[in-house]
């Protein structure tokens, strides 16, 4: 390789103290970068910086070019209990409410935060442990603990409730409190109301005198801003701010150009209509404009820069911006849906079907049932037996991230609830118990003397005949008349026994 083909890279580095590139680390030879801290989505979203590239010729010529880092949120922050919290910092806390409360009294609310930004920010409160689930029942979204009916005389005086709080992401982070709920009797009550009221009333009006001078801070510096800006613009020809005012029509978006200084130069970009939340952050040799995703990857437009000179000169460059895809989109069910719009479905299938029968196209993992993770679809592991239950109810969760999984950051979810019901199928012939003869054959032999009176009871299967009358709903059959010396001494009886069903099973004898 040529001497003068030899490249060298380094990083531009500011000299502030601050500056993000001091954790940075380049290759000089191969140009490779590493980080030498983490970064904090929380503190730091996004930054830039730049990298110089030169070979060893005489003199030697270089390069440069801006990199653009963004940083990809994780779960690392762990849910803080606010309420209860105990004088030594634990999260604990007593509630005192009177024996004489009714259903849906509202006991205290336990309030935590976390520091995550976003999906994984999302909290969810659970009842851990609690000494009676008739008493107290916890709402999962807000945390606020309530009576579920009213108190008795047999009920325990005091009650610890162990609320579980966990946050939202991929590997989700928790934290407990402790709530220790004490029943005690009105007036007892009433007068440890009137303590925490008069406690409360003194921290009320210590807060009121605090907001009074914030307030008075902040009117102050807003007034002395409103004035200073009518100042800059009084300062300004009409012509020049005229000139560079920027054009809206009704649709909330830029007609003609967005312009910005910088020093003594100005900016103005033309192109394609840009929402007038897009951005235009400056830069050395670079400048970025962040737009949001309109489902196309890259955007070209043209910058013109202008000076204050007569005649105007200036100068334009293009600029391309490759959008960046965000995981915005939670999944939706499209099936199964019912009238009300809510994702519940009703399947009905026959009870005898086989291994692998395609119950729907939405399911979870369970014992009878089975879901293909990636089309959806719910099949019998096994045929069904006489003590499965009649109704299954399948809940389906639907996330773009784990399960079903892409590469969203967040990961979204949704779910969906499927209830199965098995319908019975004329599948079994009747059996004949009895008669049985020693063969296995439906025959028997029953012997009843001559002389019985109408109505006797011969045995418990039978057809019409003169002599002889069948009960077609328990099988018994009976005898009409009495017996003559003209009635045969034997009788041949042949019972067909059938089921109710429209196909109709029948077994003879």
Not at 51 to 59: E, F, H, I, K, Q
Not at 335 to 360: F, K
Not at 477 to 503: G, P
Request: aromatic fraction near 8%.
């Amino acid at each position: 390789m040529d001497d003068n083909a030899a490249i060298s890279y380094y990083i531009v580095r500011g000299g502030s103290k601050d500056d993000v590139t001091s954790f940075l680390n380049i290759n000089s030879e191969n140009g490779q970068i590493s980080a030498l801290k983490s970064f904090d989505f929380e503190t730091l979203k996004t930054f830039q910086f730049h990298v110089l590239a030169t070979d060893s010729g005489t003199p030697s010529l270089s390069s440069n070019v801006t990199v653009n880092v963004f940083i990809l949120d994780q779960n690392d922050n762990a849910p803080v209990i606010l309420y209860p919290l105990s004088s030594n910092g634990s999260a604990e806390g007593v509630e005192e409410i009177p024996r004489n409360v009714n259903a849906g009294h509202l006991v205290t609310k336990v309030r935590a935060y976390d520091a995550d930004i976003g999906y994984n920010g999302w909290l969810l409160f659970s009842l851990q442990e609690v000494t009676d689930h008739s008493l107290f029942g916890l709402d999962r979204y807000t945390g606020q603990i309530r009576t579920l009916r009213s108190f008795t005389e047999t009920d325990e005086a005091e009650h610890k409730l162990v609320i579980l709080v966990k946050d939202n992401g991929n590997v989700s982070l928790s934290a407990t409190a402790t709530v220790i709920v004490k029943l005690v009797e009105p007036k007892e009550a009433f007068a440890a109301s009137d303590v925490k009221s008069a406690a409360k009333e003194d921290e009320d009006n210590n807060m009121t005198f605090y907001l009074m001078i914030t307030l008075g801070s902040v009117s102050v510096l807003f007034i002395i801003s409103i004035i200073v800006l009518i100042a800059m613009q009084c300062s300004k020809s009409t012509d020049y701010t005229s000139k560079y005012l920027q054009e809206t029509n009704y649709d909330g978006t830029l007609c003609h150009s967005i312009q910005y200084r910088s020093g003594d130069k100005r900016y103005m970009l033309v192109g394609p209509r840009m929402s007038i939340g897009s951005t235009i952050v400056p830069g050395s040799h670079a400048n970025t404009l962040v737009l949001p995703d309109r489902r196309t990857t890259s955007e070209e437009f043209q910058v013109v820069a202008t000076d204050s000179g007569t005649p105007s000169l200036s100068s334009n460059v293009t600029v391309n911006v490759f959008i960046l895809d965000q995981n915005d989109n939670a999944p939706v069910i499209l099936y199964p849906l019912s009238s009300n719009g809510s994702a519940e479905g009703v399947e009905e299938i026959p009870r005898n079907v086989n291994v692998g029968h395609l119950v729907t196209k939405e399911v979870t993992d369970h014992s009878l049932f089975g879901l293909d993770r990636y089309t959806g679809q719910i099949r019998t592991l096994r045929s069904f037996t006489e003590t499965d239950e009649a109704e299954h109810k399948l809940v389906i969760l639907v996330k773009d991230n784990v399960v079903a999984t892409d590469s969203g950051t967040p990961s979204l979810s949704s779910n969906v609830t499927v209830n199965v019901f098995i319908l019975d199928q004329n599948d079994n012939a009747p059996v004949i118990l009895y008669p049985l003869s020693s063969n296995g054959s439906a025959e028997g032999v029953e012997e009843i003397p001559r002389n019985v009176n109408a109505g006797h009871l011969v045995t418990k299967e039978v057809t019409d005949h003169s002599l002889f009358g069948l009960d077609r709903y328990t099988g018994q059959i009976r005898t009409l008349r009495s017996f003559t010396e003209t009635d045969e001494a034997e009788h041949k009886v042949v019972i067909l026994v059938k089921d109710n069903e429209v196909m109709t099973l029948i077994m003879g004898q």
